[in-house]
């Protein structure tokens, strides 16, 4: 089983990014799939979610802000996000549940800077 996280870097407050996921040994369209984040001397939380039929949540800090969504086919997760704030500086993870198994990827950086 594989997530590979990819689209991380460096942009400016009220830049964009496009994250990606890449999903392998496993059911994709069969897991919830979600993303996480870490900041610097943080927990890891929660930042968006989408079932395997596409309905999604958001936390709310994210909400109106970042949109996630997956491509079956190709098997990859995606998360893009606007409106970027210095805050949602972090580390991104995306992360695969079913009823008996969970996976994590390796985070991918995204820093916010002017």
């Known amino acids: 089983v594989q997530l590979v996280e990819s689209g991380g870097g460096l942009v400016q407050p009220g830049g964009s990014l496009r994250l990606s996921c890449a999903a392998s040994?496993?059911?994709?369209?069969?897991?919830?799939m979600r993303w996480y984040r870490q900041a610097p001397g943080k927990e890891r939380e929660f930042v968006a979610r989408i079932t395997s039929s596409g309905d999604t949540y958001y936390v709310e800090a994210c909400a109106g802000r970042f949109t996630i969504s997956r491509d079956n086919a190709k098997n990859t997760l995606y998360l893009q996000m606007n409106s970027l704030k210095p805050e949602d500086t972090a580390v991104y993870y995306c992360?695969?549940?079913?009823?008996?198994?969970?996976?994590w990827g390796q985070g991918t950086q995204v820093t916010v800077s002017s």
């Open positions: 992360h695969a549940s079913d009823f008996d198994s969970s996976y």
């Open positions: 040994g496993f059911r994709f369209s069969a897991y919830i």
